[in-house]
């Protein structure tokens, strides 16, 4: 995420747009820094084929990336809206 898409490489945090669809089943999706562990809370939950979107700020990991897990298999779309700078 950082240098890319408009976010600066000292960015400290993402607001992400993030949108399932066509999902196999009911899940969720968690967004969080890489390198860390991925935590409990979810961002998105979905039944199977739906389509669910919501707006998540995400911490950027130490090598400029969020990660995104997915517990069913999904068509993903995540958009960037906006930056946090350090500070």
């Not at 949108?19 to 969720?28: S, Y």
């Not at 935590?39 to 998105?44: A, D, I, M, T, Y």
Request: with cysteine; proline share 6%.
């Amino acid at each position: 995420m950082a240098g890319r898409a408009g976010v600066p490489v000292d960015a400290s945090a993402v607001e992400l747009n993030v949108t399932v669809t066509n999902a196999n089943g009911a899940g969720f999706v968690t967004v969080y820094p890489c390198g860390s562990p991925r935590p409990l809370s979810s961002n998105v939950n979905y039944g199977a084929g739906s389509t669910v979107a919501n707006s998540v700020i995400a911490k950027i990991g130490v090598d400029g990336k969020v990660c995104v897990f997915t517990q069913a298999g999904v068509d993903l779309i995540v958009d960037t809206s906006g930056y946090f700078p350090i500070g």
